[in-house]
């Protein structure tokens, strides 16, 4: 009996610990060893359905899918998203200043729909009906953007090349246009931190194997991503600055298509773990307890209110375990006399997990705050870059490189670096730190940072040259467009270590509860870039553009100072590094209990309910 008992997991030994003080209390002792033959064998079949459902479900095999899905979904995303600024210069007649507020003020809107998909999955859809939904309305709107550039923008026919000059659209033709690219970006955006987070649910941490490759998948998460987009940015930018604009847009509507086909595809093999309710009401009552009890002083950790046994108070969430940060807050944990009598009260006192994740979230906050002026960095890419290639020499012979599709060299940045980095730089740095992730997160987000700052040193610099080389009279500067690669290249660069790093460090710290909230707070520090990089240049235009000065950055760009721009940004995301290097040697990690997700296995006859944790 003892052997087999060993074999058993932390719940089965507290079932065999309670049927032993019944068969003391009682004296009943043959029933009570029946009883717990029972539970072994109930405990040891309970395990090996779960492995067998795990070795049938998840891992590479559906992870797979998830990552060609993100791939054809990215596709489709860049093929609108990527050339956008052209269009509106182009075929809506905005002017550089506007369009490029209003493409930041679009992307922005794209990922701040992700905290909207984020909750929605945490507390009530799960991660795969949130994907479907949304991938769904995704669809819807590229469909209406196809059929309102068919239908009402594009007259005459092939306008909209930088030639050919279209007629101003109807109201109906734009009013369609708007609502789908805000489809596009509301269903694009709600479904991309739950598809990260739903990627990563393939994998079980408990597992070296698994653990070791959930790590990995977020890297190849966004180099799915980016070889999507790379299409988008060679191919399709091309035929759309030649006109062929609902060509594109097609393109982009079938390429979804086939993404959420593929998504389904692998709707029997995914692991599917149920929302933990709503998170909200949970942080809101730790802060009203804290509150009620501003006079109490926080017992001892070992003190504090916790319910018993390995399950946790909040449904499909692991333990957290006390940390002395904030603690203020574990107040609401400290149990009073008035906690003992009568029926507890959540708005009065907390358990120390419920607690924990409202830590959580308020520790995260500050290193997530300092990554936004990193996306006013990268949003440059799909405005003012492109606007910048697009008056310097891209005709080579009879052939004309569109200025968006200088991002390629971003991407192809990303594809190597991603490469250079998990087979050179993690093996690397293990050995040298013994960090078996090889640079922790928080590192590889200040490396980022600092990239980044040198690509808008480069932006400045390939300015001022441009600019030298602007001939009287003439609109486009004789300097080679292929200048923009090394600010190109440096933005790629970084982003493999800003948001790969993001990626993981949201997701790994934040707690079971609010999975997908932390993966959206990488889209959603791009979503807060492009406000501030739209409030920047509103701010630096009503600055510098006042009588006759036309300001840094003017319609005409040979009439400015976009290098000024540059080097501004250039100095603010400095002065953010300096702050960011503080918050970073500030943060603690989060200390779960166990490192497993949760198998539930109700055994309904006896109401034994086993967890392997």
Same mark, same amino acid.
């Given at each position: 009996m003892a052997s087999s008992v060993d074999l058993l997991n932390f719940t089965n030994e507290a079932a065999q610990k309670q049927v032993r003080e019944d068969n003391r209390c009682t004296g009943e002792s043959e029933t009570a060893n029946r009883n717990l033959y029972e539970v072994e064998q109930k405990a040891i079949a309970g395990k090996s359905k779960a492995s067998l459902i795990r070795k049938s479900t998840g891992g590479w095999k559906f992870a797979s899918l998830l990552l060609v899905n993100q791939g054809l979904a990215t596709l489709a995303f860049f093929g609108?998203?990527?050339?956008?600024?052209?269009? /509106?210069?182009? $075929?809506?007649? =905005?002017?550089?200043?506007?369009?490029?507020?209003? $493409?930041? &003020?679009w992307?922005?809107?794209?990922? /701040?729909?992700?905290?909207?998909?984020? +909750?929605?999955?945490?507390s009530y859809w799960g991660r795969y009906l949130t994907c479907a939904i949304f991938q769904l309305i995704f669809v819807v709107g590229l469909v209406l953007l196809s059929l309102s550039s068919w239908l009402f923008l594009f007259h005459p026919s092939g306008c909209g090349n930088g030639e050919i000059v279209c007629m101003p659209a109807s109201p109906v033709g734009v009013a369609i246009f708007?609502?789908?690219?805000?489809?596009?970006?509301?269903?694009?955006?709600?479904?991309? *931190?739950?598809?990260?987070?739903?990627?990563?649910?393939?994998?079980? !941490?408990?597992?070296? #194997?698994?653990?070791?490759?959930?790590?990995?998948?977020?890297?190849?998460?966004?180099?799915?991503?980016?070889?999507?987009?790379?299409?988008?940015?060679?191919?399709?930018?091309?035929?759309?600055?030649?006109? #062929?604009?609902?060509?594109?847009?097609?393109v982009s509507l079938g390429s979804a298509i086939i993404a959420l086909l593929s998504f389904l595809l692998g709707t029997p093999g995914y692991r599917y773990l149920k929302p933990c309710g709503n998170p909200l009401p949970r942080v809101a009552q730790v802060f009203v307890a804290a509150a009620r009890k501003w006079d109490i002083v926080p017992v001892n950790s070992d003190d504090l209110y916790e319910v018993e046994g390995p399950d946790s108070a909040i449904?499909?969430?692991? #333990?957290?375990?006390?940390?002395?940060?904030?603690? +203020?807050l574990d107040k609401a944990a400290t149990i009073t006399e008035d906690d003992l009598c009568g029926p507890k009260n959540p708005w009065r006192l907390c358990t120390v997990t419920q607690v924990e994740e409202a830590k959580c979230v308020l520790k995260m906050l500050p290193i997530w705050l300092c990554t936004i002026i990193y996306s006013v960095v990268f949003t440059q890419m799909a405005s003012l870059f492109v606007e910048q290639g697009d008056v310097m020499k891209s005709n080579f012979g009879n052939f004309h490189l569109p200025a968006a599709s200088m991002s390629a060299f971003d991407i192809c940045s990303v594809l190597i670096c991603t490469g250079i980095y998990r087979q050179v730089l993690v093996p690397l740095a293990g050995k040298l730190s013994g960090n078996t992730k090889g640079i922790s997160e928080l &590192?590889? %987000?200040?490396?980022?940072?600092?990239?980044?700052?040198?690509? %808008?040193?480069?932006?400045?610099?390939? !300015?001022?040259?441009?600019?030298?080389?602007?001939?009287?009279?003439?609109?486009?500067?004789?300097?080679?467009?292929? @200048?923009?690669?090394? =600010?190109?290249?440096l933005v790629g660069a970084s982003e493999v270590f800003m948001y790969v790093g993001q990626l993981e460090f949201f997701n790994g710290q934040a707690p079971d509860g609010i999975k997908s909230f932390g993966s959206s707070l990488c889209m959603a520090s791009m979503s807060l870039g492009n406000y501030a990089s739209s409030f920047l240049?509103? %701010?630096? %235009?009503?600055?510098?553009?006042?009588? #006759?000065?036309?300001? @840094?950055? *003017?319609?005409?760009?040979?009439?400015?100072?976009?290098?000024?721009f540059y080097f501004l940004i250039a100095a603010l995301t400095a002065f953010d590094f300096v702050i960011y290097v503080f918050c970073a040697k500030w943060y603690k990690s989060i200390n779960l209990e166990g490192s497993e997700k949760e198998i539930q296995i109700i055994e309904t006859e006896q109401d034994v309910v086993l967890r392997r944790v």
């Open positions: 609108v998203g990527v050339n956008l600024v052209l269009f /509106l210069t182009r $075929v809506l007649d =905005q002017e550089n200043a506007v369009a490029a507020n209003s $493409v930041s &003020k992307t922005g809107t794209v990922y /701040l729909c992700s905290l909207i998909g984020a +909750f929605l999955s945490d708007y609502l789908s690219i805000y489809l596009v970006a509301f269903g694009y955006g709600g479904y991309q *931190p739950t598809i990260a987070t739903f990627g990563a649910d393939q994998f079980d !941490e408990a597992n070296p #194997k698994e653990g070791a490759s959930k790590a990995v998948f977020f890297c190849y998460f966004y180099f799915a991503l980016n070889v999507g987009s790379l299409f988008s940015n060679t191919i399709l930018v091309y035929y759309e600055d030649t006109g #062929k604009w609902t060509l594109g847009f097609v449904k499909g969430s692991r #333990k957290i375990y006390h940390s002395n940060e904030i603690e +203020f &590192k590889r %987000m200040g490396i980022g940072l600092v990239i980044g700052m040198l690509a %808008m040193v480069a932006a400045g610099a390939t !300015e001022i040259a441009r600019l030298k080389h602007v001939l009287p009279g003439e609109k486009i500067s004789s300097l080679n467009i292929f @200048w923009q690669i090394p =600010q190109y290249v240049v509103n %701010m630096v %235009m009503g600055i510098t553009a006042r009588g #006759k000065d036309p300001g @840094w950055i *003017p319609d005409d760009l040979n009439r400015g100072h976009l290098d000024r």
